[in-house]
């Protein structure tokens, strides 16, 4: 029960700092076009009170997180989709404790031009939809195995997968910030901010790799752990060690 506890306070920790960063970008915008009530006096501390106030601001800031969070990963959804397809791991059929993976069927060809191709027998194949859904479905099962096979490991995976959240967030928010610059016609700082950016889009690109590639490795150190206990616990002639 600690354990989830604390799980649960990291993770709303995480989208409330997401969600503050994006309301930040979000006032920036409202400078921008003029909107925000700077004429009213707001008083909403005699109001609500400090404590009040205080538990408003935490939850705004978590709502926004946990939406802006959604929206980021839309924008980077095509690009997991074009680094799963070309993890050689996602593309096995793994059989866990006798339980094989789902692996469905795309329901429309979704993106087929942007996932690119690869070499089958010296001849160019597309990849397709169904190849898609089939990579998506074993990396998840892949990480869920992880999760409940090897603590050490899964944290490994969830530590990256933090990381990608908040910096999908920071490059969200930066979007909003270079609409604000656009409209207040700063177009110097729209240009450096450009840069900046690029520079988190780099950033976010690079830990969608690392993601892919931890799960990955993790599954196939979960593996070897799982054959190595097997091993012990059986004995070099395959029969129970008492």
Known sequence: MGKDLSGFVAEGIEFIIGG???LASV???????????LDRDVHLADELGTAGVTFLLVACAYAAGV?????SRLIFERILDYMTLRVPVFWQEPDSDGE??????????????????HDVGGETVAYTADDLAR??????FQ???VMGAHSTLSAE?????KRLRLERIAFASGLVVLLALLISHAWWASLAWLGVLAVLGLLVFQRLQRYCATIARAY??????????AVRSTGPAGEAVA
Do not use: M, N, Y
């Open 20 to 22: 503050t960063v994006f």
């Open 157 to 161: 995976i969830g530590a990256q997968l």
């Open 27 to 37: 006032v920036v915008l409202l400078f921008a076009v003029g909107s925000l009530p």
């Open 143 to 145: 990480r869920t195995h």
């Open 220 to 229: 196939v150190a979960t593996e070897a752990l799982s054959k190595d206990d």
């Open 67 to 71: 939406i802006i969070e959604g929206a």
């Open 100 to 117: 094989t993976v789902e692996t469905p069927r795309a329901d429309q060809d979704r993106g087929r031009w942007f996932l690119g191709s």
């Open 135 to 140: 990579c998506v479905a074993v990396r998840e």
